[in-house]
Nanobody, 121 residues
Framework: VQLQASGGGSVQAGASLRLSCAAS????????LAWFRQAPGKEREFVAD????????YYNDNLKGRFTISRDNAKATVYLQMNRLKAEDTAVYYC???????????????WGQGTQVTVSS
């Protein structure tokens, strides 16, 4: 499956952004989808994932309440709604696909190219 992330940009603290990740190739609805992010000088970290049918989603505890993951299997797209953005949310955001899901990036063999989110305070 090929993944294409979009929707990043530069915003002020407190703003919202919605990231999208469009998939093509193998059956999208078979895969769990996730968002990870990597801030400058830091390791990539788990943001959220969502089951193949959208029934279950899990979040990085530090982001719960501000970020929401969702998916539309008919559009083969996964979204990340980010609210009340903070400067520390500045990172490259990646979408990823896996048959198993979870918070460990090694579970994800398919990755999008990343989209930059910059939050200024």
């Amino acid at each position: 499956v090929q993944l294409q992330a979009s929707g990043g940009g530069s915003v002020q603290a407190g703003a919202s952004l919605r990231l999208s990740c469009a998939a093509s190739g193998r059956s999208f609805s078979n895969f769990a989808l996730a968002w990870f992010r990597q801030a400058p000088g830091k390791e990539r970290e788990f943001v959220a994932d969502i089951a193949w049918n959208g029934g279950n989603s899990y979040y990085n505890d530090n982001l719960k309440g501000r970020f929401t993951i969702s998916r539309d299997n008919a559009k083969a797209t996964v979204y990340l709604q980010m609210n009340r953005l903070k400067a520390e949310d500045t990172a490259v955001y990646y979408c990823a696909a896996s048959l198993s899901g979870g918070s460990n990036e090694v579970n994800y063999p398919y990755w999008g190219q990343g989209t930059q989110v910059t939050v200024s305070s």
